[in-house]
């Protein structure tokens, strides 16, 4: 049975109750736990009741659908970003940091279907970004795929700790961002959104990405904008003494797991009353909490969905760092 402290990243979403209630495995409600009484920490809509009145269905279960590839640009010989016609609706969705989709091409297998996340949302247009390194059979499927290409979502979870950065607090808070490789598109998504209310600094590592992505796709706003080259020694002295001048109050690391514990560590040591949000590197296949590709051993022995899992206090957020 699911452990009801943790935090449950779609409670209370349009896709609330899901297919975790329909097997008394949901992460939030005691009584959809198949408990008696009613004892969850949830304080927004109830979610039993949902369930209920919507006699016992999944709400709005998330279905593949055809979206047009309206551009593609090949930035390096493994980098492409590409364009997807997703509709208004959705490309609102997808704005929210943290926003990822699955993506496959209309005649492969179901388990082709990629996690990748959303790196621009334009909603005038209704077309999202997603920038897409390409390493083997899936991603060099969906490289090749013309005119159309699968879109399942819009899934919430690529940020662990996400509440840190898009509750309604933040306004005025002062943030680093750091990014290495791919993590770049996550962290494009949130600078741009934060720097239309914060300061934000942000660090970021260049290897295997282009200069020419960075300037199509990263906006304007208030703070800097540092290369280190996270490999060399000398980069934990110059970010320590960055740490301990600037303050900030929220860091957000999109970083392979290596640098996560590294800066993680080093964020933790010297503000030790930051927020920490990081990017979701568990292996995500269905991303509804049902395959268990993501599953990690809790303290307390329960098994924890890291598709679904989200936390905002920083305790849980760095013991999910692996
Ligand atoms: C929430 C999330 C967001 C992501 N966003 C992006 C993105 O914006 N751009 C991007 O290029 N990549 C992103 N990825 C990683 C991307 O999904 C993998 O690189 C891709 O699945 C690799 O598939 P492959 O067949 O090409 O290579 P493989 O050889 O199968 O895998 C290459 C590497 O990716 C890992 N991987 C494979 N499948 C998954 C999976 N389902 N979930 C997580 N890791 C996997 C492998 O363990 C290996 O380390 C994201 C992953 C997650 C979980
Ligand atoms: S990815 Fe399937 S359970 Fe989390």
């Known amino acids: 049975m699911s452990d009801h402290s943790v935090d449950c990243i779609d409670v209370g979403s349009e896709n609330c109750p899901c297919y975790l209630a329909l097997t008394n495995d949901c992460l939030i409600c005691s009584r959809l736990q198949g ?15 949902e369930f209920i009145q919507g006699n016992r269905r999944v709400n709005n279960p998330r279905a593949d659908f055809a979206a047009e590839i309206v551009y593609r640009k090949n930035y390096l010989d493994d980098l492409i970003v590409l364009g997807l016609r997703v509709g208004k609706g959705f490309a609102i969705k997808a704005s929210r940091p943290g926003s990822y989709v699955f993506l496959r091409d209309k005649n492969s297998e179901s388990y082709y279907a990629t996690p990748l996340c959303v790196m621009e949302a334009n909603i005038e247009e209704g077309i999202i970004a997603v920038a897409i390194k390409i390493i083997s059979a899936k991603t060099k499927t969906l490289a090749k795929a013309e005119g159309q290409l699968m879109v399942r979502g819009i ?11 898009t509750f309604k607090h933040v306004k005025g808070k002062k943030i680093l961002v750091v990014a290495k490789g791919i993590g770049l598109a996550p962290a494009i998504l949130t600078a741009n959104y934060l720097w239309r209310k914060n300061r934000v600094d942000l660090i ?5 990405i282009s200069e020419d992505l960075i300037a199509d796709y990263l906006g304007e706003g208030e703070g800097t904008i540092r290369f280190i080259q996270l490999n060399e020694e000398g980069y934990r002295e110059d970010m320590g003494e960055l740490l301990e001048k600037e303050q900030y109050d929220i860091v957000v690391l999109f970083t392979s797991d290596y640098f996560l514990e590294q800066i993680g560590n080093m964020v933790r040591k010297r503000l030790p009353r930051a927020e920490l949000a990081v990017s979701n590197n568990f292996r995500i296949c269905c991303g509804e909490g049902i395959c268990g590709a993501c599953t990690v051993a809790g303290k307390d022995g329960d098994w924890i969905k890291m598709c679904k899992c989200n936390t905002n206090h920083i305790s849980h957020a760095s013991s999910y760092i692996k």
């Open 35 to 49: 408990r008696e009484g009613c004892d969850c920490n949830w304080k927004g809509v109830c979610v039993y009741n």
């Open 155 to 165: 899934y919430r979870n690529g940020v662990l700790g996400i509440d840190s950065i």
């Open 204 to 208: 970021i590592d260049m290897e295997k």
